[in-house]
């Protein structure tokens, strides 16, 4: 059943970790709230898996089927495209990489 408004603290949580330094739970309120075309996922990382406490934090797309996600304390992302209804199992392309740290000037260059 979908609703006009969830609270995101009764938001039921898939979670998901890699080694002892990464996790997630995340909540699918787009489809909570029956959206079609524009995506809102929650997502929960633990104390102790970033530098903040605990963080929260709401995305918003409309590209479905298409993720970067950046880990700057980790100097990695990821990329993933195909997607079915924001089912990371469900893509066709998945890629995790780390990147070298950048000067910021040498963007402009």
């Given at each position: 059943m979908t609703k006009a408004v969830v609270n995101?603290?009764?938001m039921p949580l898939q979670s998901t970790s890699?080694?002892?330094r990464f996790a997630v739970a995340t909540g699918e309120i787009g489809e909570a709230l029956g959206l079609k075309g524009l995506g809102a996922m929650l997502h929960a990382v633990p104390?102790?898996?970033?530098?903040?406490?605990?963080?929260?934090?709401?995305?918003l797309s409309t590209?479905?089927?298409?993720?970067v996600v950046d880990y700057p304390d980790a100097d990695s992302f990821g990329v993933v495209a195909g997607l079915q209804r924001g089912d990371?199992?469900?893509a066709t392309f998945k890629y995790m990489?780390?990147?070298?740290?950048?000067?910021?000037?040498?963007?402009w260059k």
């Open positions: 995101v603290g009764d890699t080694g002892s104390a102790g898996k970033t530098a903040f406490e605990e963080l929260r934090y709401l995305a590209k479905p089927e298409v993720d990371f199992n469900s990489g780390r990147q070298d740290p950048i000067d910021p000037a040498d963007y």
